[in-house]
């Protein structure tokens, strides 16, 4: 089994622009799902981006509609994060299963079999 691993996150000023990257090579050779996930302290986490892998359809909450891009190159899953406001402040979570993705009319369901640890972004005003 191969681990999730997120990096990329940082400081950055409203209005620029972080990469995050999760490796996910267990998940991203068959027809699987891998989510991006945000939480602050005292929130819930939210599901903020979602690939299928292989087919590669996405999702993307609301919140970040325009501004945020998922995408998979091989065993890495991206999300490109632009025009950055200080809402979007968080931990970020790499999660990944087999499957189709997890939706509702909610969002993306936080229902994965794995995890990364996280990676912080911080937006700063």
């Known amino acids: 089994q191969v681990p999730l691993l997120e990096s990329g996150g940082g400081s950055v000023q409203a209005g620029g622009s972080l990469r995050l990257s999760c490796e996910a090579s267990?998940?991203?050779?068959?027809?699987?799902?891998v989510a991006w996930f945000r939480q602050v302290p005292g929130k819930e986490r939210e599901g903020v981006a979602a690939?299928?892998?292989?087919?590669?359809p996405t999702f993307y909450a609301d919140s970040v509609k325009g501004r945020f891009t998922i995408s998979q190159d091989k065993s890495t899953v991206y999300l490109q994060m632009d025009s950055l406001k200080p809402e979007d402040t968080a931990m970020y979570y790499c999660?990944?299963?087999?499957?189709?993705?997890?939706?509702?009319?909610?969002?993306?369901?936080?229902?994965?079999?794995?995890w990364g640890q996280g990676t912080q972004v911080t937006v700063s005003s």
């Open positions: 999660a990944a299963d087999v499957g189709p993705c997890p939706l509702s009319s909610d969002g993306i369901v936080a229902d994965f079999a794995d």
């Open positions: 267990k998940y991203t050779s068959r027809h699987n799902c």
């Open positions: 690939i299928v892998t292989g087919g590669r």
